[in-house]
């Protein structure tokens, strides 16, 4: 499996019991027009990696005198 693959199956590992019921239920009810990356719960886990991902932090160094 792919990263991108991982990443969405981790997504809706970490849903709640409400959470993915409404999954189930929008995915089942849209069919091919739901796309679990466009949802907003999905951007709000991306954006919580990115900024736990030690990558993604920078830090600048201070100058001492």
Do not use: W
Request: aromatic residues 8%; hydrophobic residues 25%; neutral net charge.
């Amino acid at each position: 499996m792919d990263q991108h693959t991982d990443l969405i199956r981790q997504y809706i590992s970490s849903l709640s019991p409400n959470e993915k019921k409404a999954y189930d239920i929008a995915k089942s009810h849209l069919e091919s027009s739901f796309d679990v990356e466009k949802s907003i719960g999905f951007k709000v886990f991306k954006e919580k990696l990115a900024s736990h991902s030690p990558s993604t932090t920078t830090t600048s160094p201070t100058s001492g005198s």
